[in-house]
Structures are given as C-alpha cells and as structure tokens.
C-alpha cells in the first residue's frame, strides 16, 4: 500500500515535473523570442552615454575653458502622492538652501512632470538620489566653465542650452569638442531604479578633442584691459585689437569691446557676442598708406629720398580737393609716411596702372575671406578696377574706397614686415585627444609672397622712422624698438560719412629690426580725440611696455637687443643679454640690482655694488679706476652726479660685507 | 517494490535538491552581477565627477597662482610696487664679456 501510495506520489512529481520541463520549453524555446521581445521593451531602454567635452587651453597650457558635471532634477507628480509634496520640499529645501515655499509653489504646477533644479552640482544631486524618493529623476546636464569669464570671448564662443557650440572655436569645431556619445541598454524595474547593464551592449562614449589654442592668456588680459582703459580714456564706442606672430599668422590675442562673459551669455546682445575683428568691416585709412607703399617700392616706381610737391597741405585734384592734416610744401617720400600724407601717397599711386595696383591689393588678402577658423567671417569689400571711378584709385591709396576687416589689415600688415610672405592667420596650435596624443598639429600656411624681401625691409625701415620720427610718437616705446603707422578714418554711414565719428587706429609691430608681433588698436568713434596718433597709438605704447615687461625673454631670445636710448635713462637693473647663437641663453653674465644712473657726463652712484658691478659701469663710461679693498664699494672718490673729466681716476674703497637681496616689489 | 522505490524517491529528491541549489546560485550569481554592475556604474559615475572637480580645482589653481594674479595682490594688498620701469636691458656680445672677464682677471692677477 506504501509503496502504491509512493508509486504515485512518485509518478505525480515526475507528471508534475514533466508538466513544468514543457512549460519550460514552451516558453523557453517556443515563445523565447517572442517572450524576450516584450520583456526587452518593458524593462530595458537604449540610453544615451553623453561624452564629455573637450577642453581648451591657451598656447601655454592655461585651462581655459572645461566643464562641470552638473544634473538637472525633475519631479514625476504622478508618481508624488499631494500629502507627501510638503515632505519633499521640505529636504530639496534643506540641500538647496533655498525656500520650502519656492519648491511647494514648483510642486503645484500643473504637468506630468516639473523640472525643480537645473544645473544642480552633483555632489547635490547626490544627497538627493540617496533619499530614495521615487517620483525624482536625475539626469545628467553637464556646464561649460569659462574660467576667466569674459577673456577672449569672441575666440572662445559659448555653448548653449542643448549644450552645443555657438560662435568662436566652440562652433568651428564643435565635431572636434563635442567628442562620439556612448549607449547602454538599461534595465529598469517599474519604479525606474537600474536592475542592470547589459556589458555587451555598451558603447563607451569617447571624450572630445582637447584644443590648444595659439592665444595667449597674459598677452590677451594686456589687450583686453588696455583697450579697456583707452576706451574709457577717449570715451569710444567700440575697440578691436588683435596681437599676431607675423611670422607664422599665429593669433596671440583677439579682442573686442563691448565684449561679453560665454558663462551668461543670455544676458547679452547679438552686438556685444559678434566678433567684430572678423565680421565688420571699415575703412584702414592712413594705415593702408603702407600698403600702398609696399606696392610702389616693389614695383621700383619710388624710392624714399625722391622729394614730391605736396602742395602745402591742399590739392585739387579731378576737381576734388585732397587735405593733409599736417600741411607741408615738400616731402621725400618716407616722410610722406612719417608725415602721413594723403596728397603725397595720392600723387604716388598715380604712378601704378588701376590694374596693377588692385593686384596687389588682393594679393594682400583684401577683398577675400582669411579663412580665419572664426565663425561669421566677412570678405571686406574691394571693388573691381573695371568699375572704378577715376578718383577710387588715388581715394584707395589712402585708405577710403575700400572696406577691410580688422583681421585682414592684420595679416596684410603681418606680410609687410616679416619678408613678404602673407600667412593664414591662425588661432589652434594642435589638439590632443583624450588619451593624450596629438591628432593635429596647425604648421603655418604661406598663402603667398607678395612682396620681396628687400621691399619689406624697406618698409619696415620706414615705418620705424613714423614711430621715431612722425605721426607715431606716442607709440613709440622706452623698451623696445617699435615700428607702426596710424589711421584716422571717416566712418561711413547710409552712403556718406558720419559727421564727426572717426575711426582711429594703429598699426605696429615689435621688436623693430626683427618683429615678433604685429598689433593692431581701433577704436571706434572717440569722443576727446579723433587722430590715431593721440587714441589708438597710446594704447599701442601701453599694451606693448606691459607685454614686453611681462615676458622679456619671448623678445630678446632670438637676438641680440639692443636697447636703444641707453643713455636718456636711469638704470635700476642692468640685464647682461645676449645672443643664442654665442652663448647658452641661461648663461648669463651677471645682474646689477641696486639704482645707478648713468646721465650725461656724470659720475654713477657705484656705493654699494659688488666690485664686478661697479668695473663693469666704470669700464662702460669709459673711466679710469683705481681699487683699493675687495668686496662691495663703500666709497668713490668722484661723488655721484659729479661732471667726469676725461683721465681722471677714480678711487674705490671696497670691503667685505653682504648684499641683502633687491626688493622686486 | 518496497526495496526498489526508497532509492528512486531519494535519487529524484537529491536531484530536485541539486537542481534547486544551482538554479538558487544561478540567481544569486545574477543578482550579485547586477550589485556589481549597479556598483561600477556609481564608481563610474563618481570617477567622472571627481576627474571633472581635479580639472576644476587645476583651473583655480592656474587662475590664482597666475603672476598678474600674485603682481596685483602684492601690489594692492601688500602696497609692494614694481621696480621695471626703469628697467635697462642691454645685450653684449660674448667676445666683448669674454674680453671684460680676462681684462678683470688680469687687474687681479
């Protein structure tokens, strides 16, 4: 009877087993592809991996755009019973620091769903998550920091809501920055918290390009304050200024005022986010007398000691008259630059076929795109010969008839002064991609020669002489040597020109003999004073002393400087520098740290220097000496200030003791 | 049959019990890899942000430790003042120093 009883106890598990085995198999085997199918809907969800974005750094690895993981945090309100909306309010109140009343008023909007935090920190959102509310969704909503707000802002660009590039380099290359999304198929459970990831199914994102531009920070802090500065001095509307290596086309800084800061950028207008340097055009004015030079030297139709009527300051020439600010009877045709003459340079032109001038003019890169990697570029305009009248010409060689772009002038003027050759301007150096290599590496594009090298040379010359000699004094500088030219430009407006509103401008280049920038000042209708030689040149001279003070060495490395004006100024620090190709550049001689004045003819203070220091200034003014002691000087015989006479010897008593450091600041 | 079925009972129950074993650690296996998982993407997560704060934190660090940064907190803060303006630079051959140095050595000689 047992064993009856266990027979069929027995054949019940096997029947029941059997029963579940083609369950099993039914829906295992028969309906498994169909069963997956529902399943893979209802629980699992194709989710975008975001990629993070690359970042942007200066020339000299100064970070200056990245970004910040931020979330976005949103309420489903089906999913938030109403007697629990206080509770919730109440801890988004304690993390946030904000107002229990502000998240109620949130809640009772109507909506499946409210968004009750944007841009939230994630350490934030973390305190949230791990509350376990069920109705909160976090996403991922990352920021872009531009860490020194508003530098460089028309170079940088800004992102916007959807978190793409707008604008500058965050729009040109946005594909480089915005790097590959991943995915992941995610299995959620009804209350949508993660069951799991299915490993083979996930794409990883791949981060964007890190970009390595050629800006430099501290050299476009110097510009973008200085414009600042001179904006305010001479009350303008606008400024520009653009600092390049004429050498390679490389972008050293790039600014506009009004500018505006990429963090907010919603706060500001079409106008203060354009980037003026390359989307507005204007007449150069004098500055484009250069130009016009450049063409006459290289096609042997002048050369600068030749004497040319100008007319005392007033020539009628096609029935129209042409002033010069500066009246004069006559000038050799440097100093028609130095002077800045519109009747001198108009009177030249004349001397080029329509044909033959407009060939140069575009071969500068006038009237065509630089191909800058900048957003909203605009062409300039520059007008065919054939449709010239028969004053354009002359009007041209000084500037008026034509409309250039501020990045144009630059690059034209960068061509002038470094053997002829007229370069892409540049604004990335390379980028690098997130495991650390360089994917691509900008080498300088020649786009053409246009000038020889002995017409560039010329000009440089010449143009160093306007800053010595003529309309660019107040450019000129006690540091470095300085070559440049000045423009004072009528500003066009509804076919004629604006009473009044001028655009002053300037043009330079340093150090002289061997430049390593070209910068370019304009500012846009200055109220107290219209002439480039009393707005722009100034702010030259002034973003020029702070750039070379603040890194001498970028400038005398390459060659052997030397300092002009030696004998006009008080030396508190005499530097031994000298050429690379002699000497290792770290192997410096020695450096003299406490005041000594070396005026005309009088005797330095040499009273507390090392013995070294003191031979060394003595041996430079030439005088005789006599040492007695070793050490530092404590006395001389010839007092400080005194008249040197030639042959007399001067004693010095020296002694042992120690130097104290030299106070910098 | 009394001697035959004890063993197939025990046989069958040993199975069911071998088969209820595995299919447990099946399931515990699968619920421990979704812990992990769950786990890795949190670390992910917490990796990404924390890279992200080292960027951030090496921004500031660059931003205050610039030298206007520290030339204008020693100039304003400190009331320190820069000595560049009288700055003279002039650059010598190494001939010329070469010849300076062996002058000097034999004044001293």
């Not at chain 1, 990831?197 to 476009?220: A, H, R």
């Not at chain 2, 030298?67 to 630079?89: C, F, H, P, R, W």
């Amino acid at each position: 009877m047992i064993n009856s009883r266990s027979l069929i106890v027995v054949i019940l598990v096997i029947l029941f087993f059997i029963g579940l085995t083609v369950k099993l198999v039914d829906i295992q085997i028969i309906k498994s592809e169909e069963l997956k199918y529902y399943a893979k809907r209802q629980q699992t969800k194709l989710e975008t991996v975001p990629a993070e974005r690359g970042l942007i750094y200066d020339r000299n690895g100064v970070l200056l755009v990245h970004n910040r993981n931020d979330v976005t945090i949103y309420i489903d309100l089906r999913m938030l019973p109403v007697k629990k909306r206080e509770d919730v309010a109440n801890k988004f109140s304690k993390i946030f620091g904000k107002s229990k009343k502000y998240y109620l008023a949130l809640l009772k909007q109507s909506g499946k769903t409210i968004c009750i935090e944007k841009k939230a920190p994630q350490e934030k959102a973390r305190l949230i998550s791990e509350l376990k509310m069920n109705a909160v969704v976090i996403t991922e909503d990352p920021t872009c920091i531009y860490q020194y707000g508003s530098l460089a802002s028309h170079v940088l660009g800004y992102v916007n809501n959807e978190y793409v590039g707008v604008n500058g380099i965050a729009k040109t290359f946005e594909d480089e920055l915005d790097g590959e999304n991943g995915a992941r198929l995610v299995e959620r459970n009804a209350l949508g918290d993660l069951i799991t990831i299915s490993e083979e199914e996930t794409i990883q994102p791949v981060t964007g390009n890190n970009i390595v531009l050629t800006i430099d920070k501290t050299f476009q802090s110097i510009l973008e304050e200085e414009l600042r500065d001179g904006l305010k001095k001479y009350k303008g509307l606008t400024a520009t200024g653009i600092i390049m290596d004429p050498n390679n086309g490389e972008i050293l800084a790039l600014a506009n005022l009004d500018d505006y800061d990429p963090n907010l950028y919603w706060k500001f207008s079409d106008f203060q986010r354009r980037n003026r340097a390359v989307t507005d055009t204007y007449e150069p004015g004098s500055t484009f007398k250069a130009i016009t030079l450049a063409a006459l030297l290289n096609e042997k139709a002048c050369y600068e000691t030749e004497v040319l009527n100008v007319e005392n300051g007033t020539y009628k020439f096609r029935n129209t008259f042409i002033r010069d600010t500066y009246p004069n009877d006559r000038l050799t045709v440097k100093e028609v630059i130095e002077e800045s003459s519109n009747i001198g340079i108009a009177k030249l032109i004349q001397r080029l076929s329509d044909e033959n001038f407009y060939k140069y003019v575009r071969d500068f890169g006038f009237g065509n795109y630089t191909s800058i990697t900048l957003p909203g570029e605009v062409k300039g305009t520059l007008i065919n010969p054939g449709e010239w009248s028969k004053l354009t010409k002359t009007f041209m060689s000084f500037g008026y008839g034509l409309a250039v772009t501020p990045i144009q002038l630059t690059a034209a003027f960068s061509s002038l002064i470094n053997g002829g050759t007229l370069y892409k301007p540049q604004l990335v150096k390379k980028q690098i991609n997130w495991l650390g290599k360089v994917v691509y590496e900008n080498e300088p594009v020649e786009i053409r020669k246009v000038i020889s090298r002995e017409t560039s040379q010329r000009i440089k010359n010449i143009l160093k002489s306007a800053v010595e000699n003529g309309t660019g004094k107040s450019a000129d500088s006690e540091l470095i040597s300085v070559g440049g030219k000045t423009g004072t430009s009528k500003i066009a407006k509804d076919g004629g020109y604006a009473t009044g509103k001028y655009n002053s401008s300037f043009i330079g280049f340093f150090p002289a003999d061997n430049p390593q920038m070209v910068c370019l000042v304009l500012i846009d209708s200055p109220e107290l004073e219209k002439y480039g030689s009393k707005v722009a040149a100034p702010i030259f001279k002034n973003i020029t002393d702070r750039i070379v003070q603040s890194n001498p060495g970028y400038f005398f490395k390459n060659e052997n400087h030397r300092h002009k004006k030696t004998e006009e100024n008080q030396i508190s620090e005499v530097k031994i520098i000298y050429s690379e190709n002699h000497v290792d550049k770290n192997d410096e001689a020695f450096v003299l740290t406490s005041n000594t004045e070396i005026t005309n003819g009088r005797m330095p203070d040499l009273r507390g220097k090392t013995l070294k220091e003191a031979l060394f200034i003595l041996n430079e003014i030439g005088m005789k000496y006599n040492i007695k002691g070793n050490g530092i000087v404590n006395s001389q015989s010839i007092k400080p200030g005194e008249q040197i006479v030639h042959n007399k010897v001067c004693v010095l008593n020296c002694s042992q003791s120690e130097i104290n450091g030299a106070n910098v600041y | 049959m009394k001697k035959s079925a004890k063993p197939l009972i025990v046989a069958l129950l040993l199975m069911l019990l071998i088969v209820t074993t595995l299919i447990l650690f099946v399931i515990g296996t699968r619920f421990k890899y979704e812990e992990l998982i769950r786990e890795k993407i949190g670390i992910e997560v917490e990796l990404r942000a924390e890279q992200t704060k080292r960027t951030n934190l090496f921004a500031e660090y660059q931003m205050v430790s610039a030298e206007n940064i520290i030339v204008q907190s020693a100039k304003q803060d400190l009331g320190m003042i820069q000595d560049y303006e009288t700055i003279n630079k002039i650059s010598i051959e190494k001939l010329q120093i070469d010849q300076l140095n062996q002058m000097l050595s034999e004044k001293y000689d």
